[in-house]
């Protein structure tokens, strides 16, 4: 990865094939892929930070996933977790949260759905991670995807999401408590 940050192609290439003559399912899947040049020019052009935590195969379909929901190729999503499945699983719960609040906010309903529909870890874990997605879509106008984010997450309850989702009658039922709230402390 050092290699490739600093663009030297020829000894990224040659460390590759040390990577691979240590561990030959990687050069399997590159080779199966996209082949092994275009797999360093990839990580010179685009990079990985967290090529060392997940390895090199896994790094670059977490990039080409990441690239599709980003684009809204759902198709290119669902094939990289399936040829990935651990992308899926309790470790992955981060990008998977990443994949989600991306596609939030960039109005990629079909990437949720599909992503969701892959049943994640995400969907299961309790409490549910934190994350941003919900309050971007109140605070971007993507109400619409709200739906499938509480699959995940639940909806605060309060007077911003409430008026965000166009819960008029939750809105109504908040103002007349928080004026009873008032009324009271006086």
């Known amino acids: 990865m050092c290699a490739c940050r600093f663009r030297q192609e020829a000894v990224a290439s040659l ?33 990985r930070s967290d090529a060392r935590r997940a390895g090199l195969w896994v790094a670059f379909v977490m990039d080409q996933v990441s690239r599709a929901a980003h684009d809204g190729d759902v198709t290119a999503l669902v094939r990289g977790l399936q040829r990935e499945p651990r992308l899926l699983g309790d470790d992955w719960v981060d990008f998977q949260d990443g994949l989600i609040g991306a596609a939030t906010l960039n109005d990629r309903g079909a990437i949720i759905a599909a992503l969701l529909d892959l049943e994640p870890a995400i969907l299961r874990r309790q409490p549910p991670p934190p994350s941003q997605a919900i309050e971007h879509a ?32 939750r809105v109504k039922w908040l103002e007349k408590a928080e004026r009873q709230r008032e009324q009271g402390a006086r």
């Open 15 to 47: 460390l590759l094939e040390r990577s691979i003559a240590l561990d030959p399912d990687v050069g399997r899947q590159i080779d199966g892929s996209v082949g092994r040049r275009a797999f360093v020019t990839h990580f010179i052009e685009r990079g």
């Open 138 to 169: 109140i605070t971007y106008a993507k109400t619409h995807l709200t739906p499938m984010l509480t699959r995940i997450w639940p909806m605060p309850d309060d007077l911003p999401h409430a008026a965000g989702t166009g819960d008029v009658a």
